[in-house]
């Protein structure tokens, strides 16, 4: 082969290997839409008109065909990341319920009380249902206790023995021990009720303070009365639960 030849040989190979280096559409003379670019953890500029493999673990800049930027994609999470991410959307989510929850129970606790007036009037009426209860089995203690004295008359003719007694006496007199300690019991109970009704209609009026304030607030912006106030819009007595 000739020296020209050989040039020309050269030449023609040094274009191919040049093109093979090439992005496809560069080859093909044709811009794509979408070009994405990173540096790779080598260093290496690298660019391509699909997402970059070597790229997945850092951040890629998506350029239109004038060079400009149109936006960025994150790197590739791995799968501890993702489960991760997910668990972190969870909580979100959860939160952002929890929140909902709570103001719409504040309107309805707003639409039941809608001053102190009417949050005090239910609590008495709470306190008053449990004493009604605590009156009759004090009434009961008292039956029981005069019943015990009728025993204990009959008790004497055996010297206050009871091991001496009847089997019916002996079951009577056990049997009225067991009902006054279960009296005793409930009228523990119920005084651990009225503790709980006061400790529930105290936290909640600590509230409910809160809540008038922020209402008479928003009037007073307003120019309104409180219950023509926009942000509260109250449901009917009785929907709170």
Not at 21 to 32: D, F, H, S
Not at 214 to 240: C, D, E, M, N, V
């Amino acid at each position: 082969m000739g020296l020209k030849a050989k040039t020309v040989w050269g030449s023609v190979m040094a274009g191919a290997l040049l093109a093979a280096a090439l992005p496809a559409w560069a080859q093909q003379g044709k811009a794509p839409q979408e070009v994405y670019t990173c540096t790779d953890r080598q260093g290496r500029r690298i660019t391509s008109d699909r997402p970059i493999a070597d790229c997945v673990d850092r951040e890629q800049r998506v350029l239109d065909h004038t060079g400009t930027e149109r936006r960025r994609i994150g790197p590739t999470l791995t799968e501890h990341e993702r489960a991760a991410q997910e668990v972190q959307r969870r909580k979100e989510a959860d939160e952002r319920a929890r929140v909902a929850e709570e103001r719409r129970r504040e309107r309805v606790l707003m639409a039941r009380y809608p001053d102190e007036a009417a949050h005090q009037a239910e609590r008495e009426a709470a306190i008053d249902q449990v004493e009604e209860v605590i009156v009759v089995a004090h009434k009961r203690i008292q039956a029981l206790k005069a019943e015990r004295k009728r025993l204990d008359t009959e008790l004497e003719f055996y010297r206050g023995d009871l091991k001496k007694a009847p089997v019916k006496l002996q079951r009577q007199v056990a049997e009225n021990e067991a009902d006054q300690a279960e009296q005793q019991r409930f009228l523990a109970a119920q005084d651990l009720e009225k503790r709980r009704i006061h400790q529930r209609f105290d936290a909640e009026l600590a509230q409910l303070r809160q809540l008038w304030a922020a209402q008479r607030a928003s009037s007073s912006q307003w120019g309104t009365s409180p219950a023509a106030a926009p942000a509260q819009k109250l449901r009917p007595r009785g929907a709170f639960s």
